[in-house]
């Protein structure tokens, strides 16, 4: 499988002007990649700039409301996201669970509405370092699996990416050893295949995420196996990420 590279661009940059040198930069140094995916999500308020904009980079949501429509001031639906263009929509960032209070069960929600409209979710998991040092990182990890994909059909689930993004990794650039993403790895595929069994759990990418940069990329997608990453702070310098995507393309 291709590697899948997914940037987050959180609630950057200040203005439409440098979103449009990032975007675009990132889209011509996609010239020389060869099998490598990568899907931007900007913020909200861009969104629209970049539909159709660049054949090889295709676009996400960082968020969304479950709801089809209605009064959910200053929300965005499944229905509006995929409207204009998008196919792929991130559910339960850490920051969001963190600082907006979004539950395993409205996480859970955005997946399954996300599912039914035919876009593609990408569910982020990860510890706290708290939780790590506690050595809670697999029973949170379950946890967060088997609440986020609650009543996620067999059909349905080889559509769904998971993201690791261990939360004391983000922002940090405390990036997480390969044989800790690894043995994560191992454990959210052995989880995926008792509950969907083996042809679907092989199906499913699993991402990592946490202080991503083109030196430490390899040691994702290649030592610990991961499908690909979600990258958030060197997502908004162009020549860096394409350095990741290039590292990844094989
Ligand atoms: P950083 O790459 O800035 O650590 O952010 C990771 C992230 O949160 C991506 O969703």
Redesign the pocket.
């Known amino acids: 499988m291709a590697s899948l590279i997914i940037a987050?661009w959180k609630m950057n940059p200040k203005t439409a002007k440098e979103a449009k040198k990032i975007f675009f930069g990132i889209a011509s140094g996609f010239r020389k990649i060869k099998k490598a995916q990568a899907v931007i999500c900007p913020p909200p308020a861009f969104l629209s700039l970049f539909i159709g904009k660049a054949k090889k980079v295709k676009l996400g949501a960082q968020n969304c409301h479950w709801e089809e429509k209605g009064a959910f001031t200053g929300e965005m639906s499944l229905a509006q996201i995929k409207d204009i263009g998008c196919r792929y929509v991130l559910a339960g960032?850490?920051?969001r669970r963190k600082l907006f209070g979004e539950t395993d069960e409205m996480i859970n929600k955005k997946v399954l509405a996300a599912l039914q409209i035919g876009l593609i979710p990408v569910l982020?998991m990860g510890e706290t370092a708290e939780e790590k040092e506690e050595e809670m990182t697999f029973r949170v990890l379950k946890e967060q699996l088997e609440k986020g994909l609650n009543g996620v059909a067999k059909k349905a689930a080889d559509k769904v990416i998971l993201a690791y993004?261990p939360v004391w990794?983000?922002?940090?650039g405390k990036v997480c050893g390969a044989s800790q993403a690894e043995e994560v790895n191992i454990f959210l595929k052995k989880a995926l295949t008792e509950k969907y069994g083996r042809k679907i759990a092989d199906s499913i990418s699993i991402l990592y995420?946490?202080?991503?940069k083109s030196d430490n990329v390899l040691s994702f997608v290649k030592d610990a196996k991961m499908s690909g990453v979600?990258?958030?702070?060197?997502s908004l310098d162009p020549k860096e990420f394409i350095k990741i995507v290039q590292a990844a393309d094989f």
């Open positions: 987050n960032h850490s920051e982020c993004e990794a983000i922002g940090t995420g946490g202080s991503v979600l990258v958030g702070g060197a």
